[in-house]
């Protein structure tokens, strides 16, 4: 039993989102290596890597009403000041901004960075420009939600990448969340981006690798004062 308990350790779950395109790979590669047996070999590790890509993992969420966890894994492009789309409704003044890039090779299930009631979802079309630019946040493709937080209205926003041309999402209005559930997935590189009322303090930095639902990204309430950060 031991065995069998560190072998399935070892193997990660595969979201139910990705079993289609990991079936069509692995039925293209074959049809293609049925013309030239190289395409079969290349279509096999495509096939490896799709399946990579929709891994599914556990994550071991810190619960705290003061906390706010990454929603995403990938890389913290940006930490600051910044004017929330219109469409969100959260007003014109500048929020707190955390965003997060992924690339192709991070785990694309989102997770929610706070608890709270889903108040709206609001879909909207776009460009599909590089998701790492700064302007991406008003003219791709997205999906934004607004949770009812103890501290105020949170938005997430969910942006489509050059690469990602499918944005899901599986929660719906109304719906309650715990913070680190998972509330969608982008296929295939993209970014999330937090806006968190006034009095949030931001636990990341620029350039810092986040982990969706076990980062802390920001805390509210007084007396914690803001971190320092070394980069070697």
């Not at 039993?1 to 595969?14: C, E, H, K, L, Y």
């Amino acid at each position: 039993m031991d065995m069998i308990a560190s072998i399935r350790n070892v193997f990660v779950p595969i979201h139910r989102a990705g079993y289609p395109f990991i079936a069509g790979f692995f039925v293209a590669s074959v049809l293609l290596g049925l013309l030239w047996e190289p395409l079969l070999w290349i279509g096999f590790i495509l096939t490896v890597w799709c399946t990579y890509f929709f891994r599914d993992p556990a994550r071991t969420t810190p619960v705290g009403e003061d906390l706010v966890v990454s929603p995403a894994d990938g890389k913290v492009s940006l930490v600051g000041l910044v004017r929330p789309p219109a469409d969100l409704g959260l007003g014109d003044e500048p929020l707190l901004r955390i965003s997060i890039f992924m690339n192709v090779f991070d785990c694309h299930v989102n997770r929610a960075p706070v608890r709270g009631r889903i108040d709206r979802i609001i879909y909207k079309e776009g460009l599909f420009k590089n998701a790492e630019l700064d302007k991406a946040s008003e003219v791709n493709e997205r999906s934004g939600m607004v949770i009812a937080n103890a501290h105020g209205e949170v938005g997430v926003v969910q942006i489509a990448g050059a690469v990602a041309r499918r944005i899901v999402v599986f929660s719906r209005a109304g719906e309650h969340l715990e913070t680190g559930e998972r509330f969608g997935l982008i296929r295939f590189g993209s970014r999330l981006d937090v806006y968190l009322p006034d009095g949030a303090v931001p636990r990341v930095a620029e350039g810092q690798k986040a982990v969706a639902g076990e980062t802390v990204i920001a805390e509210y309430g007084a007396g914690h004062p803001a971190w320092t950060f070394r980069r070697d």
